[in-house]
């Protein structure tokens, strides 16, 4: 019930929510987190986001992750830009994996992956800002502003997330 995409520059992330699997409750969504110069992206249960931001910042030993989750079911995925790199952590996977250029996940990842691949062939290179918007205009699931953060390279982070409704866009999604 989400869409959040990496273009190797930026993270950006819908802020529709949901109770259960079919109830929208808003469009206000914190997908996007700055905690202790890094930047948090997340996908699943949102509930678990605070546990899980205080594993990793405590370490993120794999034995200690939260709890919470139903066993084998994977309901979180966490990006985490640390140090210049992101990286994914899984309540099933609790190690980390560098996340790919570009990459999106979430319900709404296979209409950004779409929008990523449709840029390399055309020549005209799509943001990560532009993916959230295709996702949102296809995935029932994915909807509202789109929160952006530009990434440092090599840095610790200390800006902050930014809200950019395209008018146009947002209205071509909001009626689709």
Not at 106 to 130: C, H, K, L, N
Not at 154 to 163: F, S
């Amino acid at each position: 019930m989400t869409t959040i995409a990496y273009d190797g520059k930026t993270l950006a992330a819908d802020s529709a929510s949901f109770l259960g699997d079919n109830f929208r409750i808003g469009c206000g969504a914190k997908k996007l987190v700055i905690l202790h110069s890094k930047v948090f992206a997340f996908a699943g249960n949102y509930v678990l986001s605070g546990p899980w931001m205080q594993w990793f910042l405590n370490g993120h030993d794999p034995e200690k992750k939260p709890g919470g989750v139903r066993e084998n079911d994977d309901d979180l995925d966490m990006w985490v830009w640390s140090a210049g790199q992101l990286f994914q952590y899984t309540s099933t996977m609790p190690y980390p994996w560098p996340v790919p250029v570009p990459f999106a996940m979430g319900s709404g990842g296979d209409f950004a992956m779409g929008a990523f691949r449709f840029g390399e062939v055309s020549g005209v290179p799509v943001s990560a800002e532009q993916a959230v918007l295709a996702a949102i205009a296809c995935d029932p699931f994915s909807g509202g502003p789109v929160q952006v953060v530009d990434l440092p390279r090599n840095a610790p982070y200390d800006g902050h997330i930014q809200i950019h409704p395209d008018p146009k866009l947002q209205q071509k999604a909001d009626a689709a």
